[in-house]
């Protein structure tokens, strides 16, 4: 029956269903990018620290994360935890493949924000020190805040990268907007009306925030 | 000089890796006094000045700043600083903040001033430099001289009993030299322990109790201005005035 269907015909009968595909994405997305940039920033400081076991920990940490397939680590929190920890058999699969994708981001968010805070001219902490102001403080409230201006729209863009990544969640199921796709392949035989439909509903969407980072990014060089 | 010992160095050391940049400093810096410090490029001057608040951390050596060796363990360093006053080639302001800001985020957040107290203390820094109307502005809208201007009454702000100016004129243009010298000059003139890295040797010398001559990272020759400018002994010294003067 789905064959002889338009690309508009299916994107009109199956809307509600793209919606709550691209909510699931952006949903997604969302919580991946927001946990991974708390735990990003703890990796960042840890990454910063002056003891050079936890450095040590954490830049091996980043390193194998940023060189394994997001792919192999979501397979790892999906098959391998629920196996290898009993009492993780309960918990939802959903919760496997966000934490994977939480992992992965945190890696890649913890070099955004240590690149911003280190992309902060090191005259600053100089002469906050100088003042006799502590660590802390000058942490708190001299880098951080020309830190942010850094950091903002990387993290924009991790976000945007993240609404892409997530596409591979589709693999176990998840609701997002790339399992929309195999739902209706399945379900209305439809193969090649809604990969196109879904792969211009993320190019709009990543199209539009892009426009937004680059807005933001040009708002806070203003104020420099 | 009779005056209380403010800054004693004893055998200060420091390398960069195999770069032996300062190779054995002693010297006494007494209360109230100006010493310049004068010398050709790479020959220690900065990384010295930086060693006296630990900005850079000596290899070996004291540092004894006020009878406590602030080199050593245990030390909280930050009360210590908060002493030291100092003043950077590139102003080093605080871009985020009022000029205001600048000046009341240090004693506010470590002496534990109230706001009230330190607006009205910055208030009277600034009419002393000049920029009370300034003080809501960002530093964008400062020039050089202004912002150089800002940092020194942000270091005065916590009240320090020596400030330490690292070639606080060499990244300002020539008509803004002068602006930021008469505040030097006002300081030393009101009883200000100043120690001065600077390139300006007419300053130097007008302004000076004493001028060291570093070069190949000891100090080769200390003085009066008198004795440094008119009458040097040291060869290196002779030979730099020769190329700078």
Known sequence: MGSSQTILEVFINNFPLFMQGLMGTLQLAFITVLFGTIFGSVIAFARMSKFKLINFVVQAYVEIIRGT???????????????????????????????????????????????GIQGVDKGQMEAARSLGMSYKNTMLRIILPQAVKNILPALGNEFIMMIKETSLASVFFI?????????LQSSQYLVWQPLFIVAAIYFVVTYALNQLVKLLERRLSVSD | MTKDIIIQVEDL??????????????????????VSIIGPSGSGKSTFIRCLNLLEKPTSGKIIFEGVDINSKGINLDLHRQKIGMVFQHFNVFPHLTVLQNITIAPTLE??????????????????????????????????????????????????DVMLFDEPTSA??????????????????????????????????????????????????????????????????????????
């Open chain 1, 175 to 183: 609701n997002e907007l790339m399992c929309t796709q195999k739902i």
């Open chain 2, 13 to 34: 050391v420091k390398d960069f890796g195999d770069l032996h940049v300062l190779k054995g400093i002693n010297e006494v810096i007494h209360q109230g006094e100006v």
């Open chain 2, 111 to 160: 002496k534990k001033i109230s706001k009230e107290e330190a607006n009205k203390k910055a208030i009277e820094l600034l009419k002393m430099v000049g920029l009370e109307d300034k003080k809501d502005e960002y530093p964008r809208k400062l020039s050089g001289g202004q912002k150089q201007r800002l940092a020194i009454v942000r270091a005065l702000a916590m009240e320090p």
């Open chain 1, 69 to 115: 397939p997001i792919l192999v680590q979501l397979y790892i929190f999906y098959l391998f935890l629920p196996m290898a920890f009993s009492a993780l058999s309960n918990v939802s699969e959903y919760w496997f493949v966000v934490g994977a994708l939480i992992m992965n981001s945190s890696a890649y968010v913890s070099e955004i924000i240590r690149a």
């Open chain 2, 172 to 245: 300002l243009d020539p008509e803004m030299v002068k602006e930021v010298l008469n505040v030097i000059k006002k300081l030393a003139d009101d009883g200000m322990t100043c120690v001065i890295v600077t390139h300006e040797m007419a300053f130097a010398k007008s302004i000076s109790d004493r001028v060291l001559f570093m070069d190949d990272g000891i100090i080769q020759e200390s003085g009066t201005p008198l004795q440094i400018f008119e009458n040097p002994q040291n060869p290196r010294t002779i030979e730099f005035l020769s190329k700078v003067l």
